[in-house]
């Protein structure tokens, strides 16, 4: 059975061999089909897979901001934060309180700047040094141009109050442990934890702040309610999830959800236009390559009969047809993918520089490529089965009158 299997296989590519004319068309007719096929899907890949990279790695598309003013306390912050979903959540303290004055020796103004509550595993600051006590911060970029200060120095901040009829004012020494990039936060700002956000309103309130010696009413810390919070999710896929949710309990949030699902529609959309134009180029493919096949047959009825005579079976007789579909898929889909290598190569630079490093225009993984071969064999065999069909109908008769 082996043995004759290898002749069979070995018959099939004598006779492509010799008609090479024609299957010489029938590759270049394959290519010409799965050719604009992969480059269209590589558009379709690199362009909204870019677009969905940008969505994913910026973490600005995965924040979740309540609107208005609520009444959150740690108890509540903390339940939330155990949802899977939840990547990283700080409570917020009144806006108007969390501003302080900065000044450095390398540079003669003061500017005041917006504190940001921070903590371990803040998305605005991946591959930053997360401030570790109340006297360090995280400087905007904006900010620490002005200042004209490095990660590491040192700088002053100050804050002002009115209490009990009388102006005061506090100062403190801070420390700058990283910059944060222009892309997560474009104006004059400090990322801090949240005991120095939280000092900053006791002593504006007029409340005692202990670890900084600053005098005020004394009040129990454990009474504490925040105003807002900052919320990230661990996907842009969960944002409507936790919008969701919020949103049933009465907690009315604003969200970038609208430009997310937008490119997720594009993506569905251009996906069915692929699938479409694919299934309609592969099933027309599979009918002409199927009608030659089988014309291939019945032009080589007699060949194929007198193998039936000389001991060949109609299953390794069916092997004929299969195996020659079979090289043109294989040999087809190796000229598509010259095809889509070489006008990817060609697009790609053109759009080169309007695109970051990493991107790409026209792209596919080697697995795009490895599932295209399968379903153009697959498309191919099915194809041959037609003239297989046929074939097995042969009758070893017929091959009488060719001895």
Same mark, same amino acid.
């Given at each position: 059975?082996?043995?004759? +299997?290898?002749?069979?296989?070995?018959?099939?590519?004598?006779?492509?061999?010799?008609?090479?004319?024609?299957?010489?068309?029938?590759?270049?007719?394959?290519?010409?089909? +799965?050719?604009?096929?992969?480059?269209?899907?590589?558009?379709?890949?690199?362009?909204?897979?870019?677009?969905?990279?940008?969505?994913?790695?910026?973490?600005?598309?995965?924040?979740?901001?309540?609107?208005?003013?609520?009444?959150?306390?740690?108890?509540?912050?903390?339940?939330?934060?155990?949802?899977?979903?939840?990547?990283?959540? =700080?409570?917020?303290?009144?806006?108007?309180?969390?501003?302080?004055?900065?000044?450095?020796?390398?540079?003669?103004?003061?500017?005041?700047?917006?504190?940001?509550?921070?903590?371990?595993?803040?998305?605005?600051?991946?591959?930053?040094?997360?401030?570790?006590?109340?006297?360090?911060? =995280?400087?905007?970029?904006?900010?620490?141009?002005?200042?004209?200060?490095?990660?590491?120095?040192?700088?002053?901040?100050?804050?002002?109050?009115?209490?009990?009829?009388?102006?005061?004012? =506090?100062?403190?020494?801070?420390?700058? =442990?990283?910059?944060?990039?222009?892309?997560?936060?474009?104006?004059?700002?400090?990322?801090?934890?949240?005991?120095?956000?939280?000092?900053?309103?006791?002593?504006?309130?007029?409340?005692?702040?202990?670890?900084?010696?600053?005098?005020?009413?004394?009040?129990?810390?454990?009474?504490?309610?925040?105003?807002?919070?900052?919320?990230?999710?661990?996907?842009?896929?969960? #944002?409507?999830?936790?919008?969701?949710?919020?949103?049933?309990?009465?907690?009315?949030?604003?969200?970038? !959800?609208?430009?997310?699902?937008?490119?997720?529609?594009?993506?569905?959309?251009?996906?069915?236009?692929?699938?479409?134009?694919?299934?309609?180029?592969? #099933?027309?493919?599979?009918?002409?390559?199927?009608? !030659? +096949?089988?014309?291939?047959?019945?032009?080589?009825?007699?060949?194929?009969?007198?193998?039936?005579? #000389?001991?060949?079976?109609?299953?390794?007789? #069916?092997?004929?047809?299969?195996?020659?579909? !079979?090289?043109?898929?294989?040999?087809?889909?190796?000229?598509? !993918?010259?095809?889509?290598?070489?006008?990817?190569?060609?697009?790609?630079?053109?759009?080169?520089?309007?695109?970051?490093?990493?991107?790409?225009?026209?792209?596919?993984?080697?697995?795009?490529?490895?599932?295209?071969?399968?379903?153009?064999?697959?498309?191919?065999?099915f194809a041959a089965s037609l003239a297989g069909y046929k074939a097995a109908h042969i009758e070893p008769s017929e091959g009488l009158r060719e001895i």
């Amino acid at each position: 059975m082996r043995h004759r +299997l290898k002749d069979i296989i070995w018959l099939a590519g004598k006779d492509y061999r010799n008609e090479w004319q024609m299957s010489g068309f029938f590759i270049l007719s394959l290519a010409a089909v +799965l050719g604009p096929m992969l480059i269209l899907f590589a558009l379709k890949f690199g362009i909204v897979g870019s677009m969905l990279n940008n969505l994913i790695e910026d973490p600005r598309n995965r924040e979740i901001r309540p609107i208005g003013s609520g009444r959150y306390d740690q108890a509540w912050i903390e339940q939330l934060n155990e949802r899977p979903e939840v990547l990283f959540i =700080v409570p917020r303290t009144r806006a108007i309180a969390a501003t302080i004055d900065l000044k450095s020796e390398t540079a003669k103004r003061i500017i005041s700047v917006e504190m940001i509550p921070t903590g371990s595993g803040d998305p605005l600051l991946k591959n930053k040094q997360i401030p570790a006590s109340a006297t360090e911060l =995280v400087l905007s970029s904006n900010a620490a141009k002005k200042l004209n200060v490095n990660v590491g120095d040192e700088i002053t901040g100050s804050l002002a109050r009115r209490f009990k009829g009388r102006s005061e004012r =506090v100062h403190l020494k801070l420390k700058v =442990v990283d910059i944060a990039s222009t892309a997560s936060f474009a104006r004059d700002g400090a990322f801090a934890p949240i005991g120095l956000v939280e000092s900053a309103e006791d002593f504006r309130d007029g409340r005692a702040v202990a670890e900084f010696g600053w005098q005020g009413n004394q009040v129990d810390p454990g009474n504490r309610n925040y105003p807002s919070f900052r919320l990230y999710t661990d996907s842009i896929y969960n #944002v409507g999830r936790i919008s969701d949710a919020l949103d049933k309990i009465g907690i009315e949030v604003r969200t970038r !959800s609208a430009d997310i699902e937008i490119v997720r529609n594009m993506d569905r959309n251009l996906s069915l236009v692929f699938w479409l134009i694919a299934i309609i180029g592969l #099933v027309g493919f599979s009918l002409s390559l199927g009608a !030659s +096949l089988w014309a291939n047959v019945d032009r080589k009825r007699k060949e194929l009969s007198v193998l039936r005579l #000389v001991g060949f079976r109609t299953a390794e007789i #069916v092997w004929f047809p299969v195996l020659q579909s !079979s090289f043109t898929a294989i040999l087809g889909w190796l000229c598509a !993918s010259l095809i889509y290598f070489g006008v990817s190569i060609t697009i790609n630079q053109m759009f080169a520089s309007q695109l970051n490093n990493s991107e790409k225009v026209c792209h596919l993984l080697p697995e795009h490529l490895a599932i295209a071969l399968l379903l153009t064999l697959g498309s191919s065999i099915f194809a041959a089965s037609l003239a297989g069909y046929k074939a097995a109908h042969i009758e070893p008769s017929e091959g009488l009158r060719e001895i």
